[in-house]
């Protein structure tokens, strides 16, 4: 696994993408703060680059750091889960800004894969985390059934879980820094 999180770390320092298993379905990643990086997730994704992506951090620290105030209800919301749950929250920083929907939110995931936590931990910034296929397509239950187009367009594609079978997208839930709360996705 270290030689993977190295080559990733390498892949995404230089701007590259990468495929990736997560703590949900495979994923594209990029560094979150590097807006070309990002560009070329939406470009990729033959996606409108309004619709926001998802970005993974690697511990409550670091979520602390990108979220100008996270509610107390959102660790409660985080430890409770008992599935995967993304969180959008207000007024993200220190990502790029083509990361950041027009509302001025971002979905932040705590990592709760072995494997996403040490690459995100040793690369020390957040990635970006979003669907391994082309927008408006299925989302691919398994490493075997990522397009090609994905496959070719990504610098790196991890070689680690490729056997496993992905249960589903994450929850998404939208909560306000007036503590409103409301189901996107469940």
Known sequence: MTEEINTCIEVLENGGLILYPTDTVWGIGCDATNKEAVEKVFKLKQRDDSKALICLVSNDAMLEKHVEKVPELAYDLIDLATKPTTIIYDKPRGVAENLIASDNTLAIRVASDKFCQYLIGKFKKP????????????TPKSFQNIDKAILSGV????????EKQNSSASSIIRLSNDNTVKIIRE
């Open 127 to 138: 990635i970006v985390s979003t669907s391994a296929n082309i927008s408006g397509t299925n």
């Open 155 to 162: 610098d790196y594609v991890v070689n680690l879980h490729r």
